[in-house]
């Protein structure tokens, strides 16, 4: 099995910045691909951003610019820097890998980043 624990979360002012990590644990075989989701109250999950192992990222189009997703292979560990911080990214955080495998994924409990308005 693989453990995912996310830290970082917090509330920040409008214009803030704040960086969140995800740490993988256990036994990982054949891992790709590792992501962050997020989901606000009484909305879907949602894609912010992405990035395999070899490096190659994705990022949804409303924090492109705003958001670094970044990896340690060495360290089992994927980070997202946020910046510039919205309001409308009020939300829990969730980590999440894919092992290929097993053809599984696996998500982490998720982590509150509260943005005021």
């Known amino acids: 099995q693989v453990q995912l624990v996310e830290s970082g979360g917090g509330l920040v002012s409008p214009g803030g910045s704040l960086r969140l990590s995800c740490t993988a644990s256990?036994?990982?075989?054949?891992?790709?691909?590792m992501g962050w989701y997020r989901q606000a109250p009484g909305k879907q999950r949602e894609l912010v951003a992405d990035?395999?192992?070899?490096?190659?990222?994705n990022y949804a189009d409303s924090v492109k610019g705003r958001f670094t997703i970044s990896r340690d292979n060495a360290k089992n560990t994927v980070d997202l820097e946020m910046n510039s911080l919205k309001v409308e990214d009020t939300a829990v955080y969730y980590c999440?890998?894919?092992?290929?495998?097993?053809?599984?994924?696996?998500w982490g409990q998720g982590t509150q980043v509260t943005v005021p308005s």
């Open positions: 990035i395999t192992s070899d490096g190659r990222t």
């Open positions: 999440y890998t894919y092992v290929g495998l097993i053809k599984r994924g696996y």
């Open positions: 256990g036994s990982m075989f054949s891992i790709n691909y």
